[in-house]
């Protein structure tokens, strides 16, 4: 079972405005709406490309003891809107036992379970990922073959690309972090890729995210 703890961040523009960009979301000078910041990350393990990215703490961390491999913090930006980069921040190195695993889940709706959600299990210890499909998409090709997600990590956590046309989302998805086993739940984001949409604005509703 899944749980998800929901950290509360509060920002007085956000009370204001109606508009303001979801927590680890921007918006770019002319862009109609909000999504994560744009650049390029190499895919290395090295943390350094994330040092502006806007961290979201995790509740094994935040709240927990914080023992070594689980996860502090979720981070995300993207290249254009043709990579969704995803980064899990570790305390100290994520764990390479040979059943301990990390899963990002990405999914449409605000509550999992999320029949339509995609998870991306990576496994240290295997140095590979493997790809589960929710079964609302059951039948479909994503991930299939010559993907193009890429996968690395380091001394303090663990790096993903996703390319964007193999999410079945529009604009962004919920994005939910986990180590497996733990006995920790995630705090999950909202995060777009496309800025000509409005999703990530606080002031809409997160199942404006579709599916084709």
Known sequence: MRIVALLVVTFAAACTDPYYCAVGNQRE???????????????????SDWANVVAIPQPACA???????EIRALQAARHGTDLLYVRIATQGMPSAAAGDSYEID?????????????????????????????????????????SGVFTAYGSDGIEVAIPTKLIPFEAGANVAPYRVPSDWGSSPALYCWDPTSRLCELGNHVTRVQSP
Do not use: K, M, N, Q
Not at 29 to 47: E, V
Not at 122 to 140: M, P, Q, W
């Open 29 to 47: 000078p002319g862009a109609l709406g909000c999504a994560a910041p744009s650049g390029t990350i190499d895919i290395d393990g090295d943390s």
């Open 63 to 69: 709240v927990g003891p914080c023992a070594d491999g």
């Open 106 to 146: 990405l999914y449409a709706s605000p509550i999992p379970p999320d029949d339509r959600a995609i998870s991306l299990i990576v496994s240290v210890y295997r140095a590979g990922f493997d790809v589960i499909v929710g079964t609302g998409l059951a039948g479909s090709s994503y991930f299939e073959g010559d």
